[in-house]
């Protein structure tokens, strides 16, 4: 039984380098929360002050005996979702992560941004946290996708955000993410 320990009790913050790397489907996956990265993910800088959000969703169904009394209750489906907004506007990576590696190019320059109806294709997704105690916090979703881009809002006196959403599926041995966290004990 957990006892109180403030101890325990974190905030999350972005690493020095950004929160958000991602890599092309087969590049060597992390196993932990401190060793590098492997060089083939791209690190995207600054994300907005809303930070990251890791949301699930599942659907259930229950059945009933005869008279009516609820006996098991039975999941459905269940989705695990990412989101956050990119604020790096002028970033040719991170242009190429919300519309597409292909779509995204830098000529003399300058940038190109070419929008259209592609479907995304399936990447990793690393997020990097510091929490309270200088512990660290790695989440690896070894096989996501953006699955929705919200609203990008030119204003005055605003960031230019990109917000984004990745849809975890299940890799192999049926996980949607993996968690490290240091410093437990």
């Known amino acids: 039984m957990a006892k109180n320990n403030s101890n325990l009790v974190s905030v999350g913050k972005p690493v020095a380098t950004g929160v958000v790397c991602a890599a092309t489907i087969g590049t060597p996956l992390p196993t932990d929360a401190t060793s590098p990265l492997d060089d083939a993910f791209i690190k995207h800088g600054y994300i907005s002050s809303d930070g990251l959000t890791n949301s699930t969703s599942t659907d259930t ?6 008279g009516g009394d ?5 999941q459905t489906s269940r989705t695990e979702t990412f989101t956050w907004t990119f604020i790096q506007s002028a970033d040719k ?5 919300v519309y597409g590696q292909d779509n995204v190019s830098v000529d003399t320059g300058m940038l190109k941004v070419t929008h259209n109806g592609k479907t995304m294709p399936r990447r990793i997704f690393v997020y990097e946290l510091l929490l309270t105690g200088g512990r660290v916090k790695r989440i ?4 996501g996708q953006i699955t929705e881009v919200g609203d990008v809002v030119y204003q005055d006196g ?11 599926y299940p890799d192999a041995d049926g996980n949607t993410a993996i968690e ?4 437990i004990e």
């Open 140 to 143: 690896l979703v070894p096989n």
């Open 158 to 168: 605003e960031a230019i955000g990109y917000e984004v959403t990745v849809t975890a």
């Open 61 to 66: 169904t229950d059945i009933t005996a005869f």
């Open 70 to 74: 609820t006996v098991l209750t039975v």
């Open 93 to 97: 990576d991170v242009l190429a992560e």
């Open 180 to 183: 490290w966290i240091t410093g």
